[in-house]
């Protein structure tokens, strides 16, 4: 989703701290009811400067609760 459409409509739980630079971005995510990370409040740091010959770099800025899929 471009970043046109993401702020004034980000997806439910998320939203993106505003800065000058365009190909890195701060979001915030709120776990999601019914996870373990329900009530909780996570930073992730994603780069999108390789795109578009590579995927964008994604880097959780706090503690995360250990899950084999992170």
Known sequence: MELAQWQPTPPAGFKHKVSDNLQR???????????????????LLV???????????????????MHPHL
């Open 47 to 65: 780069d999108f400067a390789e795109l578009p010959m590579q995927t964008p770099q994604v880097v959780f800025l706090n503690v995360v609760l």
């Open 25 to 43: 971005w701060v979001i915030k995510v709120t776990g999601a009811a019914g996870t373990l990370y329900h009530g909780k409040t996570y930073q």
